[in-house]
């Protein structure tokens, strides 16, 4: 089965800064979609990135940017020029291509609490 | 273009009610999903449903039920509540498993 792992449950960034917040996961299949979800106080969860294990190119997203490292199994998010709409819990998440099983369904780490200091 | 909509957004209920939470969506998507996302945790699929008629179990089934008589709704429902299922229920779907997931924007479920 496949896991994820989110080993900073709080990080700190100042306004205008860089963060970066880790993700890894366990998986033994070669194909697979990676996903950066954001949740603000008022608990929508809100789509921030998304990488195809397919592709090499991290993918980017104005300020938001991945580095996505497939052998060694890591999905970081960088947040450049932080802001303090930033300021919510972030969520990796993992989805197989596999069309057995849970189809198309979600496994998510415990997520990162992220503050941003004005 | 209204999304996924969640009813109600807050309860409460007391140990042994049942409720039924409501999940529609407006997409034409043929997946649908309810996680339960307890305090400090990331979400957990509790069931889901890949059309009309078919539903399975997730990895918390375990007290709910589902079912999924059209593309548009896929309610859950709480047999005789317990403590152990409080917590924040969000609906999803999708057009195909391949594209994100919208998200409902959450049930506040406390059982005291």
């Known amino acids: 089965a496949q896991t994820v792992t989110q080993s900073q449950p709080e990080m700190s960034v100042q306004e205008a800064e860089t963060v970066t917040l880790s993700c890894t996961y366990d998986t033994s299949e070669s194909d697979y979609y990676l996903f950066w979800y954001k949740q603000p106080p008022s608990r929508q969860m809100i789509l921030v990135i998304r990488?195809?294990?397919?592709?090499?190119q991290n993918a980017t997203e104005n300020r938001f940017s991945v580095n996505f490292q497939k052998a060694a199994k890591s999905f970081s998010l960088k947040i450049s020029d932080s802001q303090l709409g930033d300021a919510a819990m972030y969520f990796c998440a993992y989805r197989s291509t596999n069309y057995g099983g849970s189809q198309g369904n979600l496994i998510f780490g415990k997520g990162t609490k992220l503050s941003v200091k004005p | 273009n209204a999304g996924v909509t969640q009813t109600p957004k807050f309860r409460i209920l007391k140990i042994g009610q049942s409720m039924t939470l409501q999940c529609t969506q407006d997409?034409?998507?043929?997946?649908m999903y309810w996680y339960r996302q307890d305090p400090g945790m990331g979400l957990k699929l509790i069931y889901y449903s890949v059309g009309a008629g078919i539903t399975d179990k997730g990895e918390v089934p375990n007290g709910y039920n589902v079912s999924r008589s059209t593309t548009e709704d896929f309610p859950l429902r709480l047999e005789l509540a317990a403590p152990s299922q409080t917590s924040v229920y969000f609906c999803?779907?999708?057009?195909?498993?391949?594209?994100?997931?919208?998200f409902g924007d959450g049930t506040r479920l406390s059982i005291l």
């Open positions: 990488q195809e294990a397919y592709k090499q």
């Open positions: 997409m034409n998507h043929n997946y």
């Open positions: 999803a779907s999708t057009g195909y498993s391949n594209q994100p997931q919208h």
